[in-house]
């Protein structure tokens, strides 16, 4: 059975920009998300084995009692910090390799009308990865700046930078910069609409989010004695670094990692609905269609 073919170039209200991000990702899930981790995987994997070290090195931060041991030395502080950058690195590259995938499958299918390449999505996102390092570092200090100067300019500021990859993708043309002045313009276009239905998806990504670290939190509720009351606190500068509460941890990064899937998504059909009540492509491309098909 063929597959319905979801539109990106076109113009939606409200409710069809989330509808049609949960339609996208449904109809193509297994070529999508094996596309994803044919990619990204091995990046999300070092990302984990980072993560995992970093949660197990980081916890004699908080065991106080070894400060001032022999076997808390100038070397332990040097682990820590190697470790820190190593899980820094590899957070940066998984999360670009992941966006710039879902990008790019989403590029070639609408550019080949539902038929995605593989082997031109790989290369695409190989060539981008320094555009989308710069795209990373100018979302992240213009999220920082505006959560710095107060609560709402974040919420302006979300809305560009969310769609901010995505024009970089689909309009080849720009460079980085230009994608990035671009977006604040993009927005100004439609900014309620695509405000809300980001907001929305947000709170999509948050819940589900906490539903998968519930497993989390029981287990650390457990073990540290609160459901029976008895809470030893020589136990507690320790608990970091157990094997399973490290293990759960990493899961728990691992589903919302992908979950942030859901925000790619998004961000892109987002960016099609304010494109197009500017440029009208994809409505000349479909009339230009029908013409063909007359004649």
């Keep these: 059975m063929n597959k319905p073919y979801i539109e990106f170039r076109k113009q939606r209200d409200f409710s069809s920009i989330l509808s049609d991000t949960f339609g996208f990702i449904r109809n193509e899930f297994k070529p999508f998300i094996k596309t994803v981790v044919n990619i990204a995987g091995p990046a999300i994997v070092v990302f984990?084995?980072?993560?995992?070290?970093?949660?197990?090195?980081?916890g004699d931060v908080l065991n106080f009692s070894s400060f001032g041991e022999p076997s808390f030395n100038s070397s332990s502080v040097f682990v820590i910090i190697t470790t820190a950058i190593f899980y820094l690195i590899s957070a940066i590259a998984a999360y670009i390799l992941t966006v710039a995938s879902v990008l790019f499958y989403i590029k070639s299918y609408v550019d080949n009308k539902g038929v995605v390449d593989p082997t031109e999505v790989k290369t695409n996102v190989h060539k981008s990865f320094w555009s989308f390092l710069g795209?990373?570092?100018?979302?992240?200090?213009?999220?920082?700046i505006a959560a710095l100067l107060c609560f709402l300019p974040v919420f302006?500021?979300?809305?560009?930078m969310a769609i901010v990859f995505s024009i970089y993708v689909f309009e080849p043309k720009r460079?980085?910069?230009?994608?990035?002045s671009q977006s604040f313009k993009l927005v100004n276009i439609d900014f309620w609409t695509a405000f809300g239905a980001f907001l929305i998806l947000g709170i999509i990504y948050y819940v589900l989010g906490m539903v998968f670290s519930i497993p989390t939190v029981i287990y650390t509720l457990i073990s540290t004695g609160v459901?029976?009351?008895?809470?030893?606190?020589?136990?507690?500068?320790?608990?970091?670094?157990?094997p399973i509460l490290i293990f759960l941890n990493v899961l728990n990064t691992f589903f919302q990692f992908f979950l942030n899937i859901i925000l790619i998504v998004g961000g892109a059909i987002i960016y099609f609905h304010l494109h197009e009540k500017t440029n009208f492509t994809g409505t000349y491309d479909r009339?230009?269609?029908i013409g063909k098909i007359e004649d």
Excluded: C, H, R, W
């Design 156 to 160: 302006y500021a979300m809305i560009p």
């Design 48 to 58: 984990m084995i980072a993560l995992a070290a970093y949660n197990y090195v980081s």
């Design 227 to 242: 459901f029976s009351g008895e809470i030893d606190p020589a136990n507690m500068s320790t608990f970091s670094q157990d």
């Design 287 to 289: 009339i230009s269609e």
């Design 135 to 144: 795209l990373s570092f100018l979302k992240g200090i213009t999220l920082f």
């Design 175 to 180: 460079s980085t910069s230009d994608a990035y």
